[in-house]
């Protein structure tokens, strides 16, 4: 099984970028669609961008559509979450996620970060 660590989060002012990145460890990264959950507090986990295990198909929630853009790169077993013009309603704990269906499938989600705290103050 895969195990995966978030990092990147932090305090950013509204209209203001971060990058979240998930490092792989265990199993072959580059077997696994990628996906960005979230959660904010007192809110339902949010599904928020997912990644072919190539790289080559990827989509998005519609709250972050045309804002962020997931990439990732299989040779350092990485999956990246860019965030542009950040908005106080994306402060959530950010989750990595690894799949082995396309698209995502709750039933197929293998593992799960521990998760990486955005705050967006406006």
């Known amino acids: 099984q895969v195990q995966l660590v978030e990092s990147g989060g932090g305090l950013v002012q509204a209209g203001g970028s971060l990058t979240l990145s998930c490092a792989a460890s265990g199993r072959t990264f580059s077997s696994y669609a990628m996906g960005w959950f979230r959660q904010a507090p007192g809110k339902e986990r949010e599904f928020v961008a997912a990644?072919?295990?190539?790289?080559?198909?990827?989509y998005y929630g519609d709250s972050v559509k045309g804002r962020f853009t997931i990439s990732r790169d299989n040779a350092k077993n990485t999956v990246y979450l860019q965030m542009n013009s950040l908005k106080p309603e994306d402060t959530a704990v950010y989750y990595c996620t690894a799949s082995t269906s396309w698209p995502l499938r709750s039933r197929y989600l293998e593992a799960w970060g521990q998760g990486t705290l955005v705050t967006v103050s406006s």
């Open positions: 990644i072919h295990w190539s790289g080559g198909n990827r």
